[in-house]
């Protein structure tokens, strides 16, 4: 298991060299080998994703990334910024699938902003397609209709697309409570028509998993109303953009939350789903267990190592009930420590 250490900056050094140790405690025969992205990547080579570290990341059967964002380099043309580098890898790698899992631990529930017992022991799994729909189809622009100008973009799927994207979010409701909810604009969009019409084809070659269907509109709504009811959320590039916002925020703990991006086989970048957090980086204040959780995610889905990753997420569970807390989580009655420390208790936990 060859794994692509990419800490880049901010905080991306302390919390990935954590989840490196948490990786290192497991029984596995796990490589990692480390290269800069970012702004360390220019700072090291003149480029966000120097060749070297591309090319790292190609070999190797998956990527562990930490965050990338440095405000010394806030001025240069957005080609050079260092945030340049994670588009880069995803087209390099084409990945297209984006798995972002929203989880409350009962512990935390109180840092939602909706009420404790509508989120307390939520478990829900957003699969959103990465690399097609709106944000890329073609024609796109602006262009000049007679005394004014007009903006147009369009939104195109391809079949082959749609059954790629559905059967990761199938396979991945096989490890989960095998329930997946397609989520569309069918009652408007031709686009959304097909998606609906090749999920439920290709629901058909899993028989064990249940599909619904639900229109974006209300699912925004189930999802502040209701979130528990879901599993696994299946959806387009521009729905599953906002959505998975909306759900992350469901949990109240940036901190928390891992994400991975899959190839069509299951070669993957894993990552929390926080920034860089210049604010806090270098000192010992972040938390490091959305990028453990993101190394458990990379267990579970690049490598098929469920134990492994189960274990990883049950030693979370339990340095939480111990009431160890980073800053970001803390609450009165706990016991707050540092990003090091997080990482000794859930390697002490394993
Ligand atoms: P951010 O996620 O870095 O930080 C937002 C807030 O959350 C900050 O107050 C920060 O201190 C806090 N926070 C984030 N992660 C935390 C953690 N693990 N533990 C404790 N607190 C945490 O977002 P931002 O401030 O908007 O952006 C900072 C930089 O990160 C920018 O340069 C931005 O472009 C970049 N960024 C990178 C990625 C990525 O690498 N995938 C994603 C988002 C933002």
Redesign the pocket.
Known sequence: MRVAVLP?????PE?VSQACRVLQKLDLKVQLQTAPV?GAGIEAAGHPLPPETLRLAKEADAIL???????RY?NLERAK???Q??LGLRKALGLFANLRPAQVYPELAAASSLRPELVAGLDLLIVRELTGDIYFGQPKGIRSKGAEREGFDTMLYSESEVRRIARVAFEAARRRSRRVCSVDKANVLETSQLWREVLTEESRSFGDVELSHMYVDNCAMQLVRNPKQFDVIVTGNLFGDILSDEASMLTGS??MLPSASLDANNKGLY??????????AGKN???????ILSAAMMLRYSFNQDQAADRIEAAVAKVLARGLR????HQAGTQQIG?VQMGDAVVAAL
């Open positions: 880049g900056d901010g905080i991306g919390i970012g990334f930490g965050a990338v964002g440095d405000p806030d910024r260092p945030e580098a994670i940036i901190g990552e929390p789903i926080h920034g860089s957090a210049p604010d806090i204040l972040a938390n490091p267990l959305a990028t980073t800053a970001d989580i990003t």
